[in-house]
């Protein structure tokens, strides 16, 4: 599938963010943990949530999706290999720990890497095996066990790895007796994570210096839980206004709280904004100004809003410098920002102040953005969601027609992306 836009156009109007696709999946994920019925209301309609409803229907799970509405119950683990998935994610690996919670024994796929880095899983491995899982590795498949239940442990990530501290937790929950998790990420999806399963029965609490504390439960009954608007599509918004002058965008639901290093990435490259009650207003600019940006875990920048920040810096006078520290290879879709008439080198080198852990590895983590460039439609293709939200955005501001294919890969995470960019004024179309 494939969008044509014929960019330029001026966007002005309000666009509502929907429910966080990084919490959406995990609490789905989550309700494995109880046989009693789970409502997630602000659910978004997305393709990343579509294979996750597929893994959890695979081992027993009853899902019916009304609206923004998910209603999932799981009675009882039906099936404890997720052998048959359709289509792939990152989400199988978290299941390890609500299945040999509820039957001792688990079985998912290896995911391999992706386009933007080789993404290993050795922390969540790691943190299990603390638990007392025993893992077992073949060609395709994690085999797990913990015949006599998981017990409670202290567990050091070695890197606050959102996904291994999701892992820990929602494996922590029914084990025996205490988990410490030190080192933990603690980014707004994870710290919603844990109210739900607060909600739910658990006993879990965060403490300073990313310790969270869990005592385990025997057992953990239903919930409803309103899912928190998705700060990357926010960022995605707010960037995709503020890179031309004409726009205007009100962007629904956009929470101050989880954008605040973003807002004030925004202020220091002359960029405005205005908070209101219920959502934050993005005016476009047009003497934005260069700055440096190096991204990180929680509170740090986040490596998602790197692509969209970088589209907005090739609008800024100046020569900015980006330091990506979390993932090692997430500077692919720079080349296509080139075609466009970016003026954009990628190195390999650190270029921040940062501890990083591609020091020396020749990975190309840094780039050094000089603006500002108009831009010009093209023929693109999407390398991942974030990337070819950020495509999209490029080929929205740019003049010209710009074709981009791939484009279930930017449906994996945004929902109705186009339907709601026409509103807002956009010549997009879908085919
Ligand atoms: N890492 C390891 N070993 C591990 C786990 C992670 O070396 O066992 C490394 C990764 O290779 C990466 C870094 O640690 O270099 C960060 O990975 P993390 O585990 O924190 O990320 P994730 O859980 O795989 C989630 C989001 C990403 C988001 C990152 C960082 C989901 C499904 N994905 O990934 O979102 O970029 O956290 O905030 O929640 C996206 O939405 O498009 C996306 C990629």
Redesign the pocket.
């Known amino acids: 599938m494939k969008f044509i836009v014929n960019g330029g156009k001026k966007l002005e109007g309000e666009i509502e963010v929907r429910g966080s696709?990084?919490a959406a999946?995990k609490m789905m994920v989550a309700s494995l943990l109880t046989d009693e019925e789970c409502v997630l209301e602000n659910f978004p309609r997305i393709g990343d949530a579509e294979i996750t409803k597929e893994l959890c229907e695979l081992v027993g799970s009853e899902v019916k999706n009304e609206g923004h509405i998910l209603r999932i119950k799981t009675p009882n683990i039906t099936n404890f290999r997720v052998t048959q998935l359709s289509r792939r994610n990152?989400?199988p690996i978290l299941a390890l720990g609500p299945l040999l919670a509820r039957t001792g024994k688990a079985e998912v796929p290896i995911l391999g890497g992706d386009k933007?880095?080789?993404?290993?899983?050795?922390?969540?491995l790691e943190a299990l095996k603390a638990l007392g899982a025993r893992i077992e590795t073949d060609e395709n498949y994690y085999h797990a066990e913990a015949p006599q239940g998981l017990k409670g442990a202290k567990i050091h990530l070695r890197?606050p790895?959102?996904?291994?501290t999701e892992n820990t937790i929602l494996a922590a929950v029914l084990a025996k007796g205490q988990t410490m998790i030190e080192n933990s990420?603690i980014?707004p999806?994870i710290v919603e994570l844990i109210l739900m399963l607060q909600k739910m029965g658990a006993v879990i609490e965060t403490g300073s210096d990313r310790r969270i504390y869990i005592e385990g439960v025997n057992k953990l009954k239903g919930v409803s839980h309103r899912i928190l608007p998705d700060r990357?599509e926010a960022v995605s918004f707010a960037s995709l206004a503020l890179a031309h002058p004409n726009n205007r965008i009100k962007v629904v639901d956009a929470r101050q709280s989880d954008l605040i290093t973003f807002l004030n990435a925004v202020r220091r490259i002359g960029g405005e904004y205005k908070v209101e009650n219920d959502g934050i207003v993005f005016f476009g600019a047009s003497n934005l100004s260069a700055n440096n940006i190096e991204t990180d875990?929680h509170p740090g920048f986040?490596?998602?809003w790197q692509q969209p920040f970088v589209i907005l810096l090739t609008q800024a006078k100046g020569t900015s410098i980006i330091h990506e520290t979390?993932?090692?290879d997430r500077f692919g879709y720079i080349e296509d920002l080139n075609l466009m008439g970016a003026n954009i080198k990628v190195f390999s080198k650190c270029l921040g102040e940062l501890p990083c852990r591609f020091a020396g590895n020749g990975q190309p983590h840094s780039a050094v953005v000089s603006g500002p460039t108009p831009l010009s439609g093209r023929n693109l293709k999407v390398r991942?969601?974030?990337a070819g939200m950020a495509h999209l955005t490029a080929a929205l501001i740019a003049e010209g027609k710009s074709v981009i294919e791939g484009v279930e890969e930017i449906d994996r995470?945004y929902e109705d992306i186009d339907g709601r960019l026409k509103s807002l004024g956009a010549d997009i179309e879908r085919r």
């Open positions: 696709k990084n999946t990152r989400i933007i880095g080789p993404r290993p899983v050795d922390i969540h890197y790895s959102v996904g291994a990420a980014e999806e990357n875990t986040m490596t998602d979390v993932y090692e991942d969601l974030r995470g």
